[in-house]
């Protein structure tokens, strides 16, 4: 069972950067698109980026301009640079993948199991 694993979560005050990365544990066959989502308390979980495996990203409204979302494939991991931080993006960030572990032929979703993004001063 392929699992992704995320890191780099942390509390920062605003203005700050973070970079967020998610890597497989197991041997990937085949990575599709890729992404990364957050949730909020009392909120629904939203799409922050995503990246297809072909390079082309794609951005909430609310993070353009500050955000920037990468992938290694060789390295199976895919990054979330988060610059010039606010409160509203205190959130639990969760990464998704599209992907063949090795040895099936059917493509999944994965999801990470999140990491906690803390903005305050």
């Known amino acids: 069972q392929v699992q992704f694993v995320e890191s780099g979560g942390d509390l920062v005050q605003p203005g700050g950067s973070l970079r967020l990365s998610c890597a497989a544990s197991?041997?990937?066959?085949?990575?599709?698109?890729m992404g990364w989502f957050r949730q909020a308390p009392g909120k629904e979980r939203e799409l922050v980026a995503a990246i297809t495996s072909g390079g082309s990203t794609n951005y909430a409204d609310s993070v353009k301009g500050r955000f920037t979302i990468s992938r290694d494939n060789a390295k199976t991991t895919v990054y979330l640079q988060m610059n010039n931080l606010k409160p509203e993006d205190t959130a639990v960030y969760y990464c998704n993948a599209v992907a063949v572990q090795s040895g099936t032929t059917m493509p999944r979703r994965y999801w990470g199991q999140g990491t906690q993004v803390t903005v305050s001063s």
């Open positions: 197991t041997s990937i066959f085949r990575l599709y698109t």
